[in-house]
């Protein structure tokens, strides 16, 4: 399995921009699906962005498209996370998976991602 380590949470404001990074060791993650997800207490874990191993195809939660960008850079082994106009709604902890094999309709799965990351803690308050 890939190592992987989120970086870039904080507390921020109403309306400004994060960028989240997901770090991988052990292993290169150009093969891999990568996603991220975000778990707020008392609530689930639920998708927020994934990106495919194959032809980069993206998903994004309705709740933070057109907000949100995801993307690879491969000379750091990295996939970020580009949040704007973040909204108190979007506190909690948010995770990076990662996987292999994962069909497009399955990426907002959390099951189908084998490894995971410990998390970053995002605060959107003013």
């Known amino acids: 399995q890939v190592q992987l380590v989120e970086s870039g949470g904080g507390l921020v404001q109403p309306g400004d921009s994060l960028r989240l990074s997901c770090a991988a060791s052990?292993?290169?993650?150009?093969?891999?699906?990568v996603g991220w997800f975000r778990q707020a207490p008392g609530r689930e874990r639920e998708f927020v962005a994934a990106?495919?191993?194959?032809?980069?195809?993206?998903s994004y939660a309705d709740s933070v498209k057109g907000r949100c960008t995801i993307s690879r850079d491969s000379a750091k082994n990295t996939v970020n996370l580009q949040m704007n106009s973040l909204k108190p709604e979007d506190t909690a902890v948010y995770y990076c998976?990662?996987?292999?094999?994962?069909?497009?309709?399955?990426?907002?799965?959390?099951?189908?991602?084998?490894?995971w990351g410990q998390g970053t803690q995002v605060t959107v308050s003013s």
């Open positions: 998976a990662a996987g292999r094999g994962i069909i497009l309709s399955e990426l907002a799965r959390p099951e189908a991602f084998g490894s």
């Open positions: 052990g292993r290169s993650l150009t093969g891999y699906s």
């Open positions: 990106i495919r191993s194959t032809g980069g195809t993206t």
